[in-house]
């Protein structure tokens, strides 16, 4: 769920925030083959000690670990990668079967597949500070219904009160980091944006496709900023967005789920690309907003998403959801 305090991207470390927060055991399979050699592999984790398990979630196959990396905290995001459908003959091939259980036509088997069909996507973020250790952690959430005076007198106060830094979005937007991870880059000052890999996708398969387009406008934090004027830039973003992930990843516009998240995990605006059918986090209808919708709600109404009435979920831990209970509008 969202938590508008406690995201990584908004995290106020500094201007290295992307390199140090996520470090991936094995480089990504493109990066290999650009130089002809094997990506180089590491082991950050060697010296990883845990404290607690923060989450985990049995049928999304994912686990979120706390402990230490030397004298640093740390979170550990251990994940299973799917299945992928080129690598059936090898995974059957090659793999061991140990029976479980036999009756009539049924069988279950426990499949001991080889190392390099047996990936776990770990994201590492160390050090860790006390706000990304309660961003992991199992949570109760809560529906806010944010008026726009709501959005006037508590949220955007309460933003400004962050001071949270938005370095590694400029690092991107500049290309000082993650220059190589680009699929699509339009330069204008005004309608361009940089479309990127989001962090939570391995890139080895489409059935998880997730990529993300950050704007070049520093002046929109959310849906909340947007008016007509801004409509040349979404539709740009929509458009050109779609063009580059058919071209790069055969992918069709039908395929895709275009959409924006209010409360976003961090104030810059950015819309995200994913497969439809992904379940991807933060894609439920209290959260995400089709950047159809957006166009069409702005093309009707010019002022739309200053005055609507927007729902979104907080967590109990999130300091908004405190503002919003000593307004008493929760």
């Known amino acids: 769920m969202a938590n508008v305090s406690t995201k990584r991207e908004i995290s106020s470390a500094g201007s290295d925030e992307l390199s140090r927060e996520v470090k991936r055991v094995k480089s990504d399979d493109k990066n290999g083959e650009e130089d002809g050699n094997e990506p180089e592999w590491e082991n950050v984790l060697s010296a990883f000690t845990t404290s607690s398990?923060?989450?985990d979630s049995a049928r999304e196959k994912i686990m979120?670990?706390?402990?230490?990396?030397?004298?640093?905290d740390a979170v550990v995001v251990l994940e299973k990668t799917p299945i992928r459908e080129d690598f059936l003959a090898e995974l059957f091939r090659g793999s061991k079967l140990r029976l479980e259980m036999k009756n009539d036509i049924y069988s279950s088997y426990r499949l001991q597949a080889p190392p390099h069909l047996n990936e776990i996507k770990t994201t590492v973020v160390c050090p860790a500070t006390e706000k990304h250790v309660k961003k992991y952690q199992r949570q109760e959430s809560f529906l806010v219904e944010e008026t726009g005076e709501d959005y006037r007198s508590i949220t955007l106060p309460y933003i400004q009160e962050q001071s949270l830094s938005l370095q590694w979005v400029y690092n991107i937007l500049e290309k000082k980091a993650e220059a190589d991870r680009i699929v699509y880059d339009d330069p204008d000052p005004e309608v361009g944006f940089v479309l990127l890999p989001d962090l939570k996708w391995d890139q080895k398969q489409v059935d998880d496709l997730y990529l993300i387009a950050i704007a070049r406008q520093k002046d929109i934090k959310s849906l909340?900023?947007?008016s007509s004027e801004h409509l040349p830039l979404l539709q740009n973003i929509f458009q050109r967005g779609k063009e580059a992930i058919l071209q790069r990843y055969d992918l069709p516009a039908s395929k895709l789920r275009v959409y924006l998240h209010y409360q976003p995990s961090y104030y810059h605006l950015h819309v995200h690309f994913t497969k439809l059918g992904y379940d991807a986090p933060g894609c439920g209808v209290e959260r995400a907003h089709l950047l159809s919708d957006v166009i069409q709600n702005?093309?009707?109404d010019p002022q739309f998403y200053k005055t609507r009435t927007l729902s979104f979920p907080l967590r109990a831990d999130d300091g908004l959801l405190g503002r919003f209970?000593?307004?008493g509008r929760l």
Do not use: C, P, T, Y
């Open 64 to 72: 979120f670990v706390h402990g230490k990396i030397a004298d640093n």
């Open 53 to 55: 398990v923060l989450s």
């Open 298 to 300: 702005l093309q009707a």
């Open 325 to 327: 209970k000593e307004a």
């Open 224 to 226: 909340r900023d947007l």
